[in-house]
């Protein structure tokens, strides 16, 4: 009878195991970042849907457990109260209101940014480049210093007179737009077009150069490169300036 003797599998050396726990240290360190960054949202979340008596009296994590504590949930009285109070007029047509003008003030930007920074990219005509820098110094302009011409000039235009001759020329006819939703609109576009002209074309600018001279070579016009071509090569960019500028407009209290 002879006996079978098995080797012990070998043992990763020490420097390895080290460098192995070192490179798996950063994303521990950043799930505990969520978790940490995560957990108070979370609570909240679960505490819109418990009495105001459950809140006082336990914690939100008791939520999970039976009903042996005596509180009702899930309830959605919270939500009843704040969105469709009849004394406070309810915040659900506030939100409605600001969704709308958030939402379409980050698509009109998109829109015309687009089409402008593929412009500046690839697109030559005379004083590209001097239109171009004049469009990025607009960011260096604050809000605060140009939004009330700017509002004046929607609710009564701009109207200038010609010196010597005495004659007006009109360079932004009369809209009567004080107190409205488009004025709103048209104010977020003009102050969040220059960043977005700047953001688009950088990353326009840098798409490869042979695709666009193959489509050239096909026989494509611009507006079919910029629509199959450069819109689907930038969503990544697109998206990115949506978010932004979507939170940007959302949390906006003076305009």
């Known amino acids: 009878m002879t006996a079978v003797s098995t080797a012990a599998a070998p043992r990763r050396p020490l420097g390895r195991r080290i460098y192995g726990l070192l490179r798996a240290l950063p994303t521990w360190v950043l799930w505990m ?30 939520a999970f457990q039976d009903n042996a504590s005596g509180f009702e949930f899930p309830t959605l009285i919270n939500y009843q109260d704040v969105l469709g109070a009849e004394a406070t007029g309810g915040l659900g047509p506030a939100l409605l209101n600001s969704a709308s003008i958030a939402i379409v003030s980050t698509v009109i930007p998109i829109a015309i940014a687009a089409f402008a920074a593929y412009a500046f990219a690839w697109i030559e005509f005379k004083g590209r480049e001097w239109l171009f820098i004049a469009t990025v110094a607009l960011l260096a302009v604050p809000t605060q210093t140009s939004l009330i011409p700017l509002l004046q000039a929607y609710a009564s235009g701009v109207h200038w007179t010609i010196p010597f001759i005495e004659k007006t020329m009109t360079i932004v006819p009369d809209a009567n737009l004080a107190g409205t939703i488009p004025a709103v609109w048209l104010t977020h576009t003009g102050f969040a077009l220059p960043f977005a002209i700047f953001l688009l074309h950088n990353y326009i600018a840098g798409l490869p150069k042979d695709i666009f001279e193959s489509a050239y070579i096909d026989g494509a016009d611009h507006f079919k490169i910029f629509w199959k071509l450069v819109v689907p090569l930038s969503l990544p960019v697109l998206a990115a300036f949506a978010i932004f500028q979507f939170l940007w407009t959302w949390n906006d209290y003076l305009i």
């Open 33 to 62: 970042l969520v978790v940490v960054w995560t957990l108070p949202t979370f609570g909240l979340f679960v505490s819109s849907f418990r009495t105001r008596d459950a809140q006082r009296t336990s914690g939100w994590w008791l």
